[in-house]
């Protein structure tokens, strides 16, 4: 058993496409291996802060108003760890 990061990363913002991290896992989380970047803690973090500085964003210019609705539309259902600073969403789970 290696201790490879157990995350699947996008390719870039909005893919869908995605694959295994490729670095040494340095956490180790139920059970699982991730990377610092990776580490699902750190993550959830950084996803509730995405979101909040959008809200904000919404709140002082109208005209991202959409684009906040489509994001919050989108990420409903998703865990916060599962969203990253590049708005991608891992559904590997998926097909
Ligand atoms: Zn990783």
Known sequence: MTNQCSEYVCRGAWSFRSQQCSRKGSVLRDGKWYCKTHDPV?????????LQKHREKYDKRHRQHERVIAMEKYFKGVPTEKITGTYCVVKSEEK
Do not use: S, T, V
């Open 42 to 50: 750190e993550r959830k973090r950084k996803g509730e802060e995405e």
